[in-house]
Every structure is written in structure tokens, then in C-alpha cells.
């Protein structure tokens, strides 16, 4: 039901885009990642991601005009890159075709999320939740169970013709798909409440040992199927946020046809471990997750925790490739403990552009990352993200991408 008139702004967006796909900065970009990823000390890489686009329209260059569903969909992705590499590019990559993630029916675990929330901003997903407890006995645990995956390979089909017509002679269109993406302890709490969780961890370890067991059996079972039917991907733009390009991933034997879980990145991430034990995330994160690892190609771990008193244990896991650093870290002591062996992804703190912007903070934070990483040999990169506000002022963003690249241009 796409008219011509939507037909038409999305060739106009979409040869915009080609052009800039088209631009020489994009190859070296994509090089610097892969060496960076490499473990190969080079200018980092500085992405931004997960953006509160709401507050960041300037001349209402990012207003929608399609109306059928599928045309937005599409608008949406063209009109937001086009404006980031306008206003902040950074060293953000694109890429000269337009992929379609491959779609897949779910049959869920047998249990939905029972929460209340609030919102202050309805055109915020930045929202509170209270989550309460649906886990509280074996018997209910029992009701858990593997999901059913199978490939949607008729709506896959019907999506890329759908652009194939709309994109032909601008951009091809392609299908793509997915690495693993493993949170348990993102996904428990839904379903008990993050307090309910840190307190059994202490007063029910075998309780709790249970939950983790029947998730990790039910991400098991999902990355198998996921295999099985050809839902994984190497080729990916993005490894939640960051680079993914490496030179060590598809693995040598890969047949050019069939992507197996070691031909893949794997991320992993245990964000209320915060506030347990180095030893406690041993027990119920690492010897859980571990397996998992194994299958995998390669390991990205952590995202908003510190990790600094847990590297030596993620150094345990063979396959590690990229570790998160985030703004609550000791980065000098996480740049010591990962040196050259591992990349260092270092999270600078969201809340710089939330309000006012201190541009002696973002420098000395920015300054501080730099000269920790070269001073240990590090491969690391810059990813700002969990961007919840701008405070209503997209120049933020701007400025902090402004400020960020001069300060980098110090020192390379």
C-alpha cells in the first residue's frame, strides 16, 4: 500500500544516503574498527548510540511524512542516519546497502512481565519500573520452558521485495542476521524485582540457583535453534553499540553458507552485579555463562557495571575479546588488567550531556581514557550511549561529539 508519493522520499533519502555510503571515510573507518577489534592499538573509534531522538529534531529535518507502516519504518532509518552523520558523525560507518534483520516466530518461556511504571515524558522509553514477584517457588520456576524459534522466512521475503522496489538502482537490500545476546540478570528481575533478586541471592542460593539453571537452559536451547535455522550473523552493523568488524571472525573452516555459533560474537552483561561479589558473580554469572561463551566465536562482556575487581575472572574466559568499561570504573586500573591483550570499550558517562555541558569534564574525562590506554598499549574505543536526555537540546550532543574529537586530535 506504499503510494508513489512515499516511493518517493524514500529514493530521495535513500540516494542520500548511497552518497554518503559512497564516501572513502567510511573504508577507513571500517579498517580502524577491525583492527581495533584486532586487539591493534589505533585512533579509537567513537560511536554514539541509543539517542533520545525525541528531543533531538532540528528544523523538523527528522519528521516522518510516510504513513503506511513499512515506508516509516524505512523513513525512520534513513532520516536518523542521515541526520547523525550530518550533526555528530563521529566515527560512525555506513554502509552501502540496506540490510533487513531476518525475522523469526517466538513461542516466549510460558511467563509475561507483571510490573507497574511510571513515566514523567510519554515520549520517553526511559521509564521506572516496579516488577513484581512472579518466581517465588520451584512450582512456578517448573512453568518456565525453551522457547520455540523458528525462521519467518515468508516475511522475510515479503520485506525485502517490499524495498528491493522501492530502493532499485539506489541501494540493494539484504538480509542480515544475529549474534547472541545473553542477560539473564537483566531478565530475572522482570520477572521478581531487582531487590527480591539481591536479597535471595544471599538469604536462597539454592533458590536462586535454580532460576539461573532453567535460563540458561532456555538460552541454550535458543542459540541452537537459532543456528538451526539460520538466524546468525558475522557480518552485523553493530555489537550492541559498538564495533563489531575483526579479521578473526567468520572461523577459517566457515563454508560461506552456513553461519555456526563459533563464527560469531557473543555478548554478555550481569548489570545488577554490581553490588555483589567478586565471588557471587563467579558462582551465578560466570560458571553459567561460561558454557555459553564457549560456543561462540568470540566474547564482548559487560556494559553498564564496573567490572575492575572481576577482570581476572573474565580473563578465565578463552574466547574474550572486548570488555566494557563504563563510567563508574577505575579506568586507569581496567586499562592496566586488559593492556593489549583485550579491547577496552570505554562508556563515557551519558549524564555529561543531560544537562548544562561542562566541557572541562567531558576533556578531562575524554584525556583520562586516552592517556590510561596508551600508557598499557590498549585497543579501545568510545561509545556514548544510554543517552536517556539531552535535556531538550540536541546541541549537546553535538558539542560533546565536537569536543570529544578535538581532544582526541591531541594526541594522534
Not at 585497543?379 to 582526541?408: C, H, R
Request: net charge negative.
Amino acid at each position: 500500500m506504499i503510494t508513489q508519493r512515499e516511493t518517493e522520499i524514500l529514493r530521495e533519502l535513500a540516494k542520500k544516503h548511497a552518497e554518503c555510503a559512497a564516501d572513502p571515510v567510511n573504508a577507513e573507518r571500517t579498517l580502524r574498527a577491525r583492527d581495533i577489534n584486532d586487539c591493534k592499538a589505533r585512533r579509537p573509534m567513537v560511536w554514539i548510540d541509543e539517542i533520545p531522538w525525541f528531543e533531538m529534531d532540528i528544523d523538523g529535518q527528522l519528521k516522518l511524512h510516510c504513513e503506511d507502516d513499512f515506508a516509516r519504518w524505512m523513513e525512520n532509518f534513513f532520516r536518523r542516519r542521515l541526520f547523525g552523520w550530518k550533526y555528530f558523525q563521529a566515527d560512525m560507518i555506513l554502509e552501502d546497502a540496506f540490510y533487513i534483520e531476518k525475522s523469526c516466530f517466538d513461542s516466549g518461556i510460558g511467563m509475561a512481565v507483571n510490573e507497574n511504571t511510571i513515566a514523567t515524558d510519554d515520549k520517553n522509553n526511559i521509564i521506572s519500573h516496579m516488577y513484581l514477584d512472579q518466581l517465588d517457588t520451584d512450582e512456578k520456576i517448573e512453568q518456565l520452558h525453551c522457547r520455540v524459534i523458528k525462521a519467518d522466512k515468508a516475511t522475510d521475503q515479503f520485506r525485502m521485495a517490499a524495498a528491493e522496489e522501492i530502493l532499485r538502482g539506489i541501494l540493494p537490500v539484504k538480509l542480515r542476521g544475529r549474534y547472541i545476546y545473553n542477560q539473564p540478570w537483566d531478565e530475572i528481575p522482570r520477572f521478581r524485582g531487582v531487590e527480591t533478586v539481591l536479597f535471595d541471592l544471599i538469604e536462597r542460593p539454592e533458590f536462586m540457583h535454580k532460576i539461573i539453571s532453567k535460563f540458561t537452559e532456555i538460552r541454550q536451547s535458543e542459540m541452537l535453534q537459532m543456528e538451526a535455522e539460520g538466524l546468525l550473523d558475522f557480518n552485523i552493523s553493530t555489537l550492541h553499540c559498538t564495533p563489531p568488524q575483526t579479521s578473526d571472525l567468520p572461523a577459517p573452516d566457515y563454508d560461506g553458507k552456513n553461519v555456526r555459533l563459533k563464527d560469531i560474537w557473543y555478548r554478555g552483561m550481569a548489570q545488577m552485579f554490581s553490588s555483589v561479589s567478586p565471588a557471587m558473580f563467579e558462582e551465578f554469572e560466570l560458571d553459567y555463562a561460561r558454557p555459553l561463551m564457549a560456543q561462540c566465536g568470540l566474547v564482548y562482556y559487560g556494559c553498564c557495571e564496573p567490572l575492575d575487581l572481576v577482570i581476572p575472572r573474565l580473563k578465565t574466559i578463552p574466547n574474550l575479546r572486548k570488555v566494557g568499561v563504563s563510567p563508574w570504573s577505575n579506568v586507569n586500573s581496567c586499562a592496566e588488567q586488559l593492556g593489549s591483550d583485550y579491547v577496552f570499550a570505554r562508556k563515557p558517562n551519558p549524564a555529561m550531556v543531560a544537562g548544562t555541558l561542562d566541557r572541562q569534564a567531558v576533556e578531562h574525562e575524554i584525556s583520562e581514557t586516552i592517556e590510561a590506554c596508551q600508557k598499557n598499549s590498549c585497543a579501545y574505543e568510545f561509545v556514548l550511549k544510554d543517552i536517556s536526555t539531552v535535556g531538550n537540546n540536541p546541541y549537546n550532543l553535538i558539542e560533546w561529539n565536537k569536543i570529544t574529537q578535538s581532544v582526541i586530535d591531541r594526541y594522534y
